[in-house]
């Protein structure tokens, strides 16, 4: 059984990728490639980062369920979002991305008890870190990137 408040942060994880969908629905191509501040990411690279982050996140979670107490590396995800992959405005292999893997991520995180919340790997630039840690941040992450295109497109 897990925690109430971790069974409702589950649960907006599950819907997610579905409000990001809609948020972004009738947006151009050539919207996704401006970029929403002097300097800033466009759109796309949001999203993909979005994607990168999640794999990122549910490849750390699985790590510290299968191993004991692994040490995950860190990434610079600035470098990763000025990519080729990450600046392309076709966006539709990023909501698969997104959908398939906050699926799968919800899924798996309904499925752990208590006690698994509380495993931990050792991150480089953090130090130790429990999977509930991982769950409050892709939680944040997630709302931070969808509050930062909702206020560029409504503005």
Do not use: C
Request: overall charge negative.
């Amino acid at each position: 059984m897990i925690f109430p408040e971790i069974q409702v942060v589950i649960s907006e994880l599950e819907l997610f990728p579905h409000q990001l969908a809609e948020l972004i629905n009738d947006i151009s191509i050539e919207s996704l490639k401006n970029p929403m501040r002097d300097g800033g990411w466009t759109i796309a690279q949001n999203l993909n980062h979005l994607a990168d982050s999640a794999i990122i996140i549910y490849t750390r979670i699985k790590l510290i369920l299968t191993e004991e107490h692994p040490r995950l590396k860190s990434y610079n995800s600035e470098n990763w979002a000025n990519l080729d992959d990450a600046k392309d405005s076709d966006i539709r292999g990023t909501l698969n991305i997104i959908t398939g893997l906050y699926y799968r991520l919800t899924k798996l995180l309904y499925s752990l008890q208590k006690e698994d919340y509380k495993r931990t790997g050792y991150l480089d630039n953090v130090g130790d870190i429990t999977i509930a840690d991982f769950l409050k941040i892709i939680y944040n992450h997630s709302l931070d990137h969808f509050k930062i295109i909702n206020d560029y497109l409504t503005n």
